[in-house]
């Protein structure tokens, strides 16, 4: 037989069997012989395939009308992916997947999923394709995702094969990214699709267009929305790499349903990719043209952290193009919103590739960008925009900014010849008008760009960027101008213009003063300008030679000429102001406001000058921070600098110059002689150094200067004066007009002694004048053309007024002209001698004043001993009078003083030889006075020096001063530099003075002795420098008189002060301590030693120490002393480092051990400076060191540093606290690089434990421990995984630390939370909420998140050991905190615990806080999640027996928490266990205190459903309550009787026979309780019991009769509380049992408390405070009155209820008239009196005899006549009547005719009475039926 026969007979038995079988064998048969015959589909005979087909269609057609039958899927999709090359097959195979797997199992639709995805890579293209993966989205739902982070979650990826098959999870990813951006299309066109995929992707995901694929309405349509959510869940999971979720998770978050973005999102954070791939890039940016505007916002936002994106510049300008100037509009972002979000990305984006691309790439990308930007903002409107939304202009404020860092990377898109950029800015700036605040970031764009305008500019940009500058700073406000560009102008100047371009300086001068109200930093930006130093910082110039000085003629012409500032420029003059100019004056440049900048431009002007003059000297002027003080100290003080100055000045362009003097004087001259800014003082000072020729110009405006003379401003007047002594006795000026001004002058002096005022002041500026004009014709030469007559009468009018004057400004005056006079020469000692005082009166004038600290005094001293000569006998004579006045003011107080007298003493030594002469000296003159006193000079030096030496503090302090100004001021004379060997010994003794001021002047005398001596006595220096500054000790010799303290420094109380050895002696002796001498000593050796020490690092010798050999032992002590407290030693000792140590880091490596020893030894040293430098010193010496070098050491420096960190002194403890930071950081950001730090487990070693130990958290201290948990907390957010060894203690010494760290003040709040109107419960819960918030708290999470199964073995005992022993109630609070944290994110390594730690929580919840017990509770709930069914039976059984067995409410009340806590944290676990314990819970719901009756009420209503829960419980809750009946504790018992009663309330209207019984016995017990309060509802539910229940009673007569006993015992008992509810009771029991008739027991009962309780004999014996006991007796009455209308049976027939009648009349008619009777009762009343008679007439009641009388006794009762009472209450009344007359009518009172007629009149007239004065309708409605009824 051939194969294709037997292949066709294989078939053909298959065919049959199936043909054959019945329906309901099909499947048994389809099973096995499927999967084979879809197989021979592959057959090579067509015969075979076609009988194969065939069968499939008979199969089918079968499967049709059997939809019950399942194939083996599992098989078939076997078959499916065995089977790649043949398509029939697979079609086959997939049309009976398709129909059957919908109908398979959960478990086995899951079991499929590995099998689908494995192979579906290699059939992406085929046709099938699609449909799998299609069934693939149908099967996932099925699949159970497991938690995050699980263990199962991590093993899924190999559950499902994808680590094996990773090309098939990329490929299901990719399709996943695909399906988020999936949007359905409803159209039947083909061709479609939706943004973001192709149209074969959009056919893939949609099986071709089908409709019905993504409609969930069809049979086996699918949701998209919840399809994508499925997915993204599947994402999450562990199935997935990072790289693989990326691209969905990307596309989900842009979706605009919240869920899946929010998916989406979570992903993203979540997200550990890296976007620095090239090919993950290159595929963003190819699909993000595909992308809706959403999610391009998105992609945006993610390659804004991609450094590879910028690496595309194409794609980047592709994408900026298509935002900005789109080719279509189809795809853009809505208008709102989604805009800002997409062009704030986009931006963002631009800014991005401006920071990160490379150079090449910029070239490439930015003039493209920059020219969109340009073009978006003039799109828009500029530079007045046409929308001003607030969104569209912060937009155009991040273009801006975006368009300047753009700009700023490619120098060629700024640097145009016509600098359009630039220029479009500036436009911006001043005319941009879309809001206020957008200058900020258009400065910001102009600021950008600073840096492409390197100097030296190409000279045609530099001219046009001037022109440009000029522009905007002359621009003024208004009109189309909103703003002015001036300080963008100012810095542009500043950065790109060089120093020396005179245009960029007048931009500066400008922006100081060409405005009145400036912007402060404009100010700010134009001094910048101005000062070289801040010139050179911000355009980063590395020396001074970098910045050349402007051209100095040149500036002067520009600045105050008409002279062009551009080259070749007609319209520069007209910028220079922005106007035209006056070519003419000096002020042309400055016309109005601007005139303020005139002084800045004279100013300017000087400095610039004079840095020029020293420039060309050996040693130039230092360009620093303080260098303009330093110029004006060098003119002042230094003779060789003014003279390079004079000689600079004489070298410049005279015109120049003549022209700078003029401006400067007429500045001067403005303001009606008050000048311009320091106008004045520049004139003093350029004339006082400028050629005579020049000078001589101005001469002939001598007497302009008149009006300055006499200002009411007295520097005004000083000034003027100097100038008018410059140029009035000038050489080319007349004698007659010299003498003409001192005639005037004379004159105006003359009333001294009276004027006042304006007066004085010109009396004032007078003598200065006087005194200037005299002694600078003495130094001009020209003494002899002046009058001599007149010259002694005006010398003799000056000693007048010095002698006479009492104003101060007058006296101060005439000493500052005397003393010219005397250094000129004018006075002459005859002139003083034949003056009206005399000579000797003259000195004692000036001594006295002199001893008051008059400075002016005491230079006129100095000056005066010029006039007298040297005697040989020194002792005698003027000059030895001054002398010896000078030397007896060392007593001043005042130190400056001290250098006047120094100046005085070189005067009087030197002469005219004195320094402080020679600089004296203002005009262009060679003047040679008083020559050198040799004798006298010799005397002084001598003098000086032995003072030096003196105990007495205020002379040694005077004579070190004075000797420092002898060797300033007269160095050079050969008398002094032969003894300046015992100068410097003498400052080296005043090296140890307390006065800083002395140790200042001594160390200043040491350099100027240095720098005169030769190369012995350098070297002697050097060597007892250095032996000083590393002597371990300072000598301090004393004798009784040595002042070891200033007077005042140590008061003893009495007026008196410790100063001398002496008086510490005798201090020693009154107080019988003779210690004190020592401690005083001690004190005073330690200020010496660190006075020494101070006054050594001030004296800044460096040079002296570079030349010499330095012994290494000075190393440590120098490094520490660079960190010295005061901050002159340390500045000096930085620059001795800096010129002893040539490679710092060398030296500091070498002598490093060296250099931590001495610190760490002197760290703990008894001086507080030292501690505090040493602390400062290590801090610098471990930063950036190397681990390894101070490795052993660290322990011993965490050690010190703590120790200091408690130190008693403030500024040691911060600097102990900044070298602690420092190890912190240090130790940090070792952690922080986890494993890749060789030393971080290395340090953590070292130092937690210590940080942890006694000297750290558990200090004493309270900043140590502070410091070491801040840092501790530091070590924890940054540590990782490197923390893990330490975690367990870690967390529990931080537990411990919480309650450490605790404010002391809660302990007073405690005790006075009354009057703070607090409560513990209010304190407690603000404790608790911090501990929450607790920085602690956050480290304690940080620590359990690193926990693993080993660490947590190792946590647990401690954990339980912090639960036992912890006391402080924080530490309780974060016990609890940890226990919740580890049962809810730790569970996977913490669930085996969890058994153990309920246990322990058991003992923690009873804790005497109840804020900690409630947290334990808490901790309980979450803890019961993961604990083992046995453990929490054993909590429900523990939480039972701590109620059941409580001896006061607070156990209770723990047991209701933990309950409550495990229903709500627990639910799951709670619900399965709620047999044990939901039957408590109803139990304790009923519990009598308020809190734990809330807690149990919640936890019923949150597990419970309904009141059939009850019953379903009813069993158990009967059990325990009847059980707690027995109780010994009265509140379990009464809860018990409640628990009962609600039970029977809940049990619906009626109770089963077998539940009644179950319930009666528990009933029974309850009610035979004592009354409490609450047994009412007790009888509540017994009456229900009683209506509900009839199906037991009626069946049980010994029921029913007890419970007959029952009602009536409770009715008898006496409690006046419980009676009225059990009377009430009573009454509705009566009624209830129909069967019986009770009223005479309720007669007996009710009846004889009634008639008491209503009689008026009754004692009153209630509390007239209280209305309780009334309110008892009202309530009793009205119970009563509705007892005994109840206990009328009316169905009863025998005996029949009438004859109860009478007797109830009877009471009611003996206790109505009573007081007593309430409205309530009466209401009552009328209510059963209506409910009675109603009864009677429908049972047709009737009796025999007639009872018309007994009717209309009940009538009467009611009262109608009356009237009286509210709406409500006669409307019962009037119903009341209704019934009783109706029943009148029916018969009820008899049939009988008689008497009956006379009742119904009688009854008419009451009714009639009633409704007469009745004014609501209702009432008489109801009074209108009686009387209808009557009428019948």
């Not at 963008?488 to 120093?499: F, I, K, Q």
């Not at 580890?1382 to 109840?1410: C, G, P, Q, Y």
Request: aromatic share 8%; charged share 25%; proline share 4%.
């Amino acid at each position: 037989m051939s194969t294709e026969a037997r292949e066709l007979e294989l078939v053909g038995k298959v065919e049959m069997r199936i043909a054959l079988a019945k329906d309901d064998k099909l499947e048994s048969i389809l099973k096995p012989y499927l999967p084979p015959l879809l197989l021979k589909l592959a057959s090579e005979h067509p015969a075979v395939r076609n009988k194969v087909i065939s069968t499939c269609q008979h199969i089918k057609i079968r499967l049709a009308g059997s939809q019950g039958i399942v194939l083996p899927v599992a098989a078939l999709l076997k078959q499916y992916k065995e089977n790649p090359e043949s398509s029939m097959i697979r079609h086959f195979d997939l049309m009976f997947i398709q129909q059957s797997v919908g109908k398979l199992p959960s478990n086995e639709q899951m079991e499929l999923l590995p099998t689908i995805l494995h192979g579906l890579a290699k059939d992406s293209g085929k046709p099938t394709c699609a449909t799998i993966f299609n069934l693939f989205l149908r099967l996932l739902p099925q699949l159970s995702i497991p938690p995050r982070g699980s263990q199962e979650d991590l093993k899924l990826r190999q559950q499902l094969g994808l680590d094996v098959h990773q090309e098939d999870a990329q490929f299901v990813a990719s399709w996943f990214g695909k399906l988020m951006l999936l949007s359905i299309v409803r159209s039947t066109a083909s061709g479609v699709t939706c943004p973001g995929l192709t149209v074969q992707e959009y056919e893939f995901l949609t099986l071709n267009g089908k409709q019905e694929t993504w409609d969930s309405a069809a049979d086996e349509g699918l949701n998209l929305t919840q399809t994508k959510i499925t997915v993204l869940a599947f994402l999450t999971s562990g199935a997935f790499t990072d790289e693989e979720r990326f691209l969905p998770a990307l596309f989900a978050s842009g979706d605009a349903n919240s869920k899946i973005s929010g998916a989406g999102d979570d992903l993203l954070k979540r997200s550990t990719m890296s976007l620095e791939k090239p090919a993950i890039i290159q595929n963003l940016l190819k699909i993000y043209f595909t992308l809706k505007p959403a999610l391009q916002t998105r992609l945006l936002v993610l390659l804004t952290k991609s450094a590879v994106s910028t690496t595309f510049p194409q794609q980047v300008i592709r994408i900026v193009q298509e935002a900005l100037q789109p080719d279509d509009n189809t795809n853009l972002p809505a208008k709102g919103l989604e805009t800002i979000k997409f062009r704030n990305a986009l931006f963002n984006y631009m800014n991005w590739v401006s920071r990160i691309a490379s150079v090449d790439n910029l070239s490439r990308v930015a003039p493209q960008l920059v020219g969109f930007l340009r073009s978006y903002i003039e799109d828009q409107g500029w530079p007045v925009p046409n929308e001003r939304s607030s969104d569209a202009a912060s937009l155009r404020a991040l273009a801006y900014e975006t368009l300047g860092s753009l700009a700023k990377t490619t120098p060629s898109i700024v640097l145009e010849i016509d600098l359009s950029l630039v220029r479009w800015l500036f436009r911006s700036l001043t005319e941009e008008g879309s809001s206020d605040t957008i200058f900020v970031s258009i400065e910001g764009a102009l600021a950008s760009l600073l840096n492409a305008f390197s100097t030296p500019l190409n000279i045609a940009i530099r001219d046009e960027l001037r022109l440009l500058l000029l522009k905007y700073i002359t621009l003024e406000e208004g009109e189309a101008i909103v703003r002015s560009a001036r300080f963008a102008t100012v810095r542009w100047a500043n950065r790109c213009l060089e120093y020396n371009d005179i245009v960029g300086r007048w931009i500066d001068i400008l922006a100081l003063g060409g405005w009145t109200d400036e912007r402060s930093d404009v100010i700010e930006e134009g001094k910048k300008g101005l000062d070289p130093y801040w010139y050179r910082l911000l355009n980063a110039s590395p020396t001074s030679s970098s910045c050349p000085l402007p051209d100095w003629n040149e500036m002067v012409k520009v600045f105050f000429t008409s002279h062009s500032m551009l080259e070749n420029s007609s319209i520069s003059n007209s910028m220079k102001t922005g106007m035209d100019i006056d070519a003419v004056s000096v002020f042309g440049n400055f016309p109005g406001p601007k005139i303020h900048a005139f002084s800045s431009g004279i100013n300017y002007c000087r400095r610039m000058l004079l840095m020029a003059a020293l420039e060309k000297t050996e040693s130039p002027l230092t360009v620093d921070a303080d260098w303009e003080r330093q110029l004006d100290v060098l003119f002042r003080s230094d003779r060789l600098s003014r003279k390079a100055m004079k000689d600079h000045v004489s070298s410049v362009d005279q015109e120049a110059l003549f022209i700078y003097l003029t401006a400067s004087f007429e500045g001067m001259l403005r303001n009606d002689g008050n000048g311009l800014g320091e106008c004045g003082k520049c004139f003093v000072e350029i004339a006082s150094i400028a050629p005579s020729r020049t000078v001589a110009k101005l001469a002939g405006r001598a007497a302009e200067l008149l009006p300055s003379i006499w200002s009411n401003n007295v520097a005004t007047r000083f000034l003027a004066t100097q100038a008018f002594g410059i140029l009035a006795p000038h050489p080319v000026s007349s004698a007659e007009s010299t003498q003409g001004f001192m005639t005037l002058l004379t004159h105006d002096i003359k009333p001294w002694s009276t004027a006042v005022g304006a007066d004085a002041n010109k009396v004032h500026g007078s003598i200065l004048a006087l005194g200037s004009i005299l002694s600078r014709s003495a130094y001009y030469g020209r003494l002899d053309n002046i009058d001599h007559v007149s010259i002694e009468e005006t010398v003799t009018l000056l000693l007048n007024v010095l002698a006479e004057a009492k104003d101060g400004s007058t006296r101060e005056a005439v000493l500052h002209a005397v003393g010219q006079l005397s250094a000129s020469g004018v006075l002459t000692a005859a002139l003083v001698e034949k003056s009206s005082y005399g000579t000797t009166t003259i000195i004692e004038l000036l001594t006295v004043e002199a001893k008051k600290g008059n400075e002016k005094s005491i230079s006129a001293l100095g000056r005066l001993a010029l006039i007298f000569d040297e005697i040989v006998q020194q002792s005698e004579g003027p000059l030895a009078s001054i002398t010896s006045n000078l030397y007896s003011l060392f007593e001043l107080k005042q130190a400056e003083t001290h250098f006047t007298v120094g100046e005085a003493l070189s005067c009087i030594a030197a002469g005219w030889e004195s320094d402080v002469l020679q600089l004296s000296l203002d005009v262009d003159a060679s003047y040679s006075g008083q020559t050198k006193r040799y004798q006298t000079l010799k005397a002084m030096i001598q003098k000086l020096l032995q003072d030096c030496k003196t105990t007495k503090p205020s002379l040694k302090k005077a004579s070190g001063i004075w000797l420092f100004c002898l060797i300033q001021y007269c160095g050079h004379l050969s008398e002094i530099q032969a003894r300046l060997r015992e100068c410097q010994a003498a400052f080296m003794g005043l090296l140890s003075a307390r006065d800083e001021l002395v140790q200042e002047t001594a160390s200043r005398g040491l350099s100027l002795v240095y720098e005169q001596g030769d190369k012995e006595l350098r070297e002697q220096l050097v060597k007892d420098l250095v032996a000083s500054f590393t002597g371990t000790s300072t000598q301090l010799k004393v004798d009784e008189e040595t002042e070891l303290f200033e007077p005042g420094a140590l008061p003893t109380g009495e007026g008196n002060s410790v100063t001398s050895y002496k008086d510490i002696i005798s201090l020693a002796n009154e107080v019988g301590d003779q210690s004190l001498v020592y401690k005083f000593m001690s004190l005073a050796s330690n200020a010496a030693t660190w006075s020494t020490r101070a006054a050594f690092g001030r004296f800044g010798l460096s040079s002296i120490l570079s030349e010499s050999e330095i012994d290494p032992k000075l190393y440590p002590k120098l490094y520490r002393y660079r960190f010295d407290p005061n901050p002159n030693v340390q500045r000096s000792m930085n620059d001795i480092w800096s010129a002893l140590v040539k490679d710092s880091s060398a030296t500091i490596n070498l002598f490093f051990d060296e250099i931590l020893a001495d610190l760490l030894k002197s760290i703990l040293g008894k001086e507080w400076r030292t501690r505090q430098a040493s602390c400062a010193a290590i801090a610098d010496l471990v930063q950036g060191r190397e681990f390894d070098k101070y490795e052993k050491h660290l322990q011993e420096i965490w050690h010190v540093a703590f120790k200091v960190l408690d130190d008693i002194k403030g500024s040691v403890r911060l600097a102990a606290l900044s070298l602690s930071m420092v190890l912190t950081n240090i130790l940090v950001r070792q952690v922080e690089a986890g494993t890749s730090s060789k030393h971080a487990q290395t340090m953590l070693k070292e130092v937690l434990p210590f940080l942890l130990s006694e000297q750290g958290m558990e200090s004493s201290a309270k900043e140590v421990r502070h410091f070491a948990t801040v840092t501790v907390l530091k070590l924890i957010k940054s540590g990782g995984k490197a923390l893990l060894p330490f975690v367990p203690g870690l967390v529990e010494q931080l537990l411990g630390l919480l309650s450490t760290i605790e404010p002391e003040e809660i302990n007073y709040i405690y005790q006075r939370a009354a009057q703070y109107n607090l409560t513990e419960a209010k304190i407690d819960s603000v404790r608790s909420d911090a501990v929450a918030q607790s920085p602690l708290m956050e480290g304690i999470e940080r620590c359990l998140d690193l926990l693993d199964d080993p660490t947590m073995e190792e946590f647990a005992p401690r954990l339980e050991n912090a639960v036992k022993t912890t006391l402080g109630m924080p530490s309780k609070i974060g016990c609890a905190a940890v226990l919740v944290s580890l049962a809810t994110r730790h569970s996977f390594v913490f669930r085996r615990h969890t058994d153990m730690f309920l246990k322990i929580i058991e003992k923690a919840v009873l804790d005497r806080n109840n804020a900690v017990s409630a947290a334990y509770a808490r901790s309980a709930g979450y803890l019961s999640r993961g604990g083992s069914d046995d453990a929490l039976l054993r909590l429900a059984s523990y939480a039972r027996g701590l109620y059941f067995n409580a001896e006061d409410e607070t156990r209770r009340q723990v047991a209701a928490e933990i309950t409550y806590a495990v229903s709500k944290f627990a639910t799951d676990r709670f619900n399965g266990l709620a047999s044990e314990f939901l039957p408590f819970v109803f139990f304790a719901k009923h519990d009598f205190d308020d809190h734990v009756k809330e807690q149990f009420e919640k936890t019923w209503s949150e597990n419970v459903g309904g009141s059939r829960a009850v019953l379903l419980y009813s069993k158990e809750i009967n059990s325990i309550s009847i059980e707690r009946l027995e109780s010994p504790k009265w509140t379990i018992k009464h809860t018990a009787a409640l628990t009962i009663a609600d039970v029977v309330e809940s049990s619906g209207s009626e109770i089963s026979g077998p539940n009644a019984a179950a319930i009666w016995p528990a009933l029974e017990k309850a009610l035979a309780l004592k009354t409490f309060n609450g047994k009412e509802k007790v009888l509540e539910a017994f009456i229900k019991f009683t209506s509900s229940g009839k199906s037991l009673w009626s069946a049980e007569p010994s029921i029913a009769s007890q419970m007959k006993k029952i009602a009536i015992r409770e009715a008898k008992r006496n409690n006046d509380k419980y009676r009225p509810h059990a009377f009430n009771s009573l009454g509705e029991y009566s009624e209830a049992r129909t069967d019986i008739d009770m009223f005479e027991e309720v007669h007996g009962i009710v009846a004889p408390i009634l008639e008491e309780l209503c009689s008026e004999d009754k004692m009153d014996t209630s509390d007239d405070t209280a209305s309780g006991g009334r309110s008892q007796e009202s309530a009793t009455i009205t119970a009563s009155i509705s007892a005994l209308f109840r206990a009328v049976n009316v169905k009863q027939l025998d005996p029949s209820p009438l004859g109860h009648l009478p007797l109830l009349l009877e009471v009611s008619q003996k206790i109505l008239p009573s007081p007593k009777i309430t409205i309530a009762a009466r209401t009552v009343l009328y209510e059963r009196t209506k409910s009675l008679f109603d009864g009677l007439r429908k049972r047709t009641h009737s009796q025999g005899s007639s009872g018309y009388e007994l009717a209309l006794g009940f009538f009467t009762l009611l009262g109608v006549p009356s009237g009286s009472g509210s709406e409500a209450m006669r409307m019962k009344r009037g119903e009341a009547a209704v019934a009783i007359t109706l029943a009148l009518t029916g018969g009820v009172f008899g049939m009988f005719r008689e008497g009956l007629d006379e009742v119904k009149v009688t009854m008419r007239g009451m009714v009639t009475d009633g409704r007469k004065d009745e004014r609501s309708p209702g009432v008489r409605t109801v009074l209108d039926r009686v009387m209808k009824a009557l009428d019948e």
